[in-house]
T-cell receptor, first 113, second 114 residues
């Protein structure tokens, strides 16, 4: 069966520090991968999605970047965190189109101080 | 571009009462529609989805939703809620021509009281 792992679960980082959140999927190949951010009162905002290795689509211009170095690995990064980067970050995958079903990780609670 | 509106940020209800969580969408093209549930500090889980066919869709945990094309709505209902239904509920939409993206609403917090 397929599983999705996302870590760390919580993270407190100072302003200006770098960020690296990792997400891996097991039990499937060539999944579509997604990073969402959930901020209070704003629902889930799609940040990046990837339909294959090295293919990244950015939805919102911001302080973050994403990379997909391996088929089932999706990394969210920042060189210098801002206070506004605080939020709950969710990784998700789907077997191709999202009209099938998207499976979400447990999320990472990031607090920038 | 698609957008989703969930008008109610919070819905308080007593146990065993019926509930309706409202969702309206905006799109110039045909869409697929979804409801996801998020329990505290967890990821999201699919409740149900509408792709085609019958406009009344049944999902897990006794939830159902009805697609109304003329009103561009996809409201979620349950005839009798339980304490364990307390969670955040998200409506989402994807474009039938480009299903690589899922656009979510801002969520509705369902709070069930004993």
């Amino acid at each position: 069966s397929q599983t999705i792992h996302q870590w760390p679960a919580t993270l407190v980082q100072p302003v200006g520090s770098p960020l690296s959140l990792e997400c891996t999927v097991e039990g499937t190949s060539n999944p579509n991968l997604y990073w969402y951010r959930q901020a209070a009162g704003r629902g889930l905002q799609l940040l990046f999605y990837s339909v294959g290795i090295g293919q990244i689509s950015s939805e919102v211009p911001q302080n973050l970047s994403a990379s997909r170095p391996q088929d089932r690995q999706f990394i969210l990064s920042s060189k210098k965190l801002l206070l506004s980067d605080s939020g709950f970050y969710l990784c998700a995958w789907s077997e191709g189109p999202m009209n099938t079903e998207a499976f979400f990780g447990q999320g990472t609670r990031l607090t920038v101080v | 571009a698609q957008s989703v509106t969930q008008l109610d940020s919070q819905v308080p209800v007593f146990e065993e009462a019926p509930v309706e969580l409202r969702c309206n969408y905006s799109s110039s093209v045909s869409v697929y529609l979804f409801w996801y549930v998020q329990y505290p500090n967890q990821g999201l889980q699919l409740l149900l989805k509408y792709l085609s066919g019958s406009t009344l869709v049944k999902g897990i945990n006794g939830f159902e939703a009805e697609f109304n094309k003329s009103q561009t709505s996809f409201h979620l209902r349950k005839p009798s809620v339980h304490i364990s239904d307390t969670a955040e509920y998200f409506c989402a939409v994807s474009d039938r021509r480009n299903t690589d993206k899922l656009i979510f609403g801002t969520g509705t917090r369902l709070q069930v009281f004993p």
